[in-house]
């Protein structure tokens, strides 16, 4: 299997080329090697933890944007059964970059929104790699609202660089778009989990992030400008990035540590995309737990404690 | 000089020493537009409008909101809300010292002030951000005002003003400014359930996470003419879709013709419209300029 490794990841790069080698001698040779093999493959797992135990925010930033780190689909497709998608604004068009629809976690009815990038060239440019227009979020809108009206608990999965910089988007309203739904998300009366599954890009990110519980993968990120973004402007050089992003705090121990989310969702090891049925289905785990709990609280009271929440954010001295 | 004092009259040469001496410096100033010359007292009555191109040149918070509100109406804020660095930044600055020397340069605190007052007798609350505090940014201590302002708003029932003037979220706040965006939305939600207005004027420049967030979430939008409003700035859209922008991209009357602010309104006219606005939307009658 071809696992795309990460720069930081070479030393495991170089010995899982050693047992594909001695797999491939294996086959041929009448010596049993798989003592051998086994070997290696409890050093690989050892070096894979070790080097996973003490990684940078901006290791993990490059961990976030894995080529094969499972997108919002492949969630989708493992967690929920009866998944429709819902498609279009109503007003300009559909926007592939955000999918929506409604579906049913463990049996229970829910409506789904998320971030979705594009694996190969083709599907990454008709996604626009993940960055929504304001089309996009007024049909996430819209999904809101839906779901309000026939009381669907709303599940989104956050995995964005960000909102669309393009001059459609600003002649369309992207800031509207963005504020709307923060406006909005704020007082819809339904129970709200988000979920950050990879990159969480700044307002693109956020304009689908105002729950009542916000989860963070493990090796995932959130923050308010992309790293090589703010090396550039506050460095003046976008190669600070790594700098940058150890200043900014873009991981989800560091953010939960700050208060700012409630739950991070360890991944397998070496990340998502090296067991991607295992990490959907903690985050199966994590959304229908999180789910029951929400669901014993009455709407005006999870709507108070929401408000409150985002009233809390943010610290000053008095 | 000399030679010219001897052959000018004794008359005027005196007139000309006693102007000298009553003209302090900076006196005159420049308009960066077109470039004319102007007397500054004139362009103070103007409210910082070129007199001769119309051009609206930045206003500071404070002169944004003492020339807004009825004279020596306004009362402020959460004015004891200051901001503290938590997250310990540092890029090629602390932004301990930067925040110091924001506070030094401009003498507020922080970037948006906010204060209960009256427009026309009317009670209202209005803020507005100081660009000049590392470019009208928005984190924690902005988010707390604007939320106490709404909250002042929503106790005295009073319609809420804000001039927006700001680049965007403030990086060295990371998430926490992020998360600003949804505080000042959410306390925007709960007003507009209250049924009070909110008018956002948007000024030179509003972009980021401020124009993403607050800023377009007036009951009524309004721009200053001419302002650049956006959510990308010019510099990032350009480098991501590698063309020229149009002339006037992002400018108020660009957005006008696009539907996203109601009306462009100039700012000598500013007082009138939006009060008489007010009024509309709260229901009050017409608005009178008080005695004072």
Known sequence: MNLNFLEFEQPIAELEAKIEELRFVGDESAVSITEEIERLQAKSRALTETIFSGLSAWQVAQLARHPLRPYSLDYIQRIFADFEELHGDRAFGDDPALVCGVARLDGRPVAIIGEQKGRDTKEKVRRNFGMPRPEGYRKALRIMKLSERFRLPLMTFIDTPGAYPGVGAEERGQSEAIARNLFEMSTLRVPIICTVIGEGGSGGALAIGVGDRVLMLQYSIYSVISPEGCASILWKSAEKASEAAEAMGITAERLKSLGLIDAVLKEPLGGAHRNVDAMAASVKSALTDNLSRLEHVSMDELLEARYKRFMSFGSFRE | ?292
């Open chain 2, 1 to 292: 000089m000399n030679w010219f004092k001897k052959i000018v009259p004794s008359r005027i040469n005196t007139e000309v020493r006693t102007s000298r001496r009553s003209i302090p410096e900076g006196l005159w100033t420049k308009c960066e537009e077109c470039n004319s010359v102007l007397y500054r007292a004139e362009v103070e009555r103007n409210l910082y409008v070129c007199p001769k191109c119309g051009h609206h040149m930045r206003l500071t918070a404070r002169q944004r909101l003492d020339t807004f509100l009825d004279a020596g109406s306004g009362a402020e804020i959460g004015a004891g809300v200051e901001p503290v660095d938590i997250l310990r930044f540092r890029d090629s600055k602390k932004y301990k010292d930067r925040l110091l020397l924001a506070q030094k340069s401009t003498g507020e605190k922080d970037a948006l002030v906010a204060m209960k007052g009256r427009l026309k007798g009317m009670r209202v609350v209005a803020c507005a951000f100081e660009f000049k505090f590392m470019g009208g940014s928005m984190g924690a201590v902005v988010g707390e005002r604007f939320m106490r302002a709404v909250d002042a708003a929503m106790e005295d029932n009073a319609p809420l003003v804000c001039f927006s003037a700001s680049g965007g979220a403030r990086m060295q706040e990371a998430l926490i400014s992020l998360m600003q965006m949804a505080k000042t939305s959410a306390a925007l939600a709960h007003l507009s359930r209250k049924g009070i207005p909110f008018i956002s004027v948007m000024t030179d420049p509003t972009t980021g996470g401020v124009s993403a967030s607050l800023a377009m979430l007036g009951d009524v939008n309004v721009a200053e003419p001419k302002a650049l409003i956006g959510f990308a700035g010019p510099r990032v859209i350009e480098q991501t879709v590698r063309e020229t922008l149009p002339e006037g991209f992002q400018r108020s009357e660009f957005l006008l013709e696009h539907g996203t602010v109601d009306m462009i309104v100039d700012r000598r006219e500013m007082r009138d419209r939006l009060a008489a606005l007010i009024a509309i939307l709260s229901r009050q009658p017409v608005p009178k300029e008080s005695e004072a």
